[in-house]
């Protein structure tokens, strides 16, 4: 299913991580990005996670915020 990527994500993370997660995208030949995806949607689909294609990022973190208070 074809997404529309209009959005950025910028993470810090550590060298292990990088260099993880560059060996599983060259393993599946994907691009990094792509393997964050493929994780993040197995990860979801795992724990019953959906996203609201309504909800804009800032209400999900309110959401957020507001459970842990």
């Given at each position: 299913m074809k997404r529309?990527?209009?959005e950025t994500l910028s993470i810090r993370t550590s060298a292990d991580i990088k260099?993880?997660?560059q060996l599983a995208a060259a393993r599946e030949h994907r691009s990094v990005a792509s393997m964050v995806?493929?994780?993040v949607l197995a990860y979801a689909q795992k724990h019953g996670?959906?996203?609201d294609s309504n909800a804009p990022v800032s209400a999900v973190e309110q959401k957020?915020?507001?459970e842990t208070d």
């Open positions: 529309l990527k209009d260099q993880l997660v995806e493929v994780l996670l959906k996203a957020k915020k507001h």
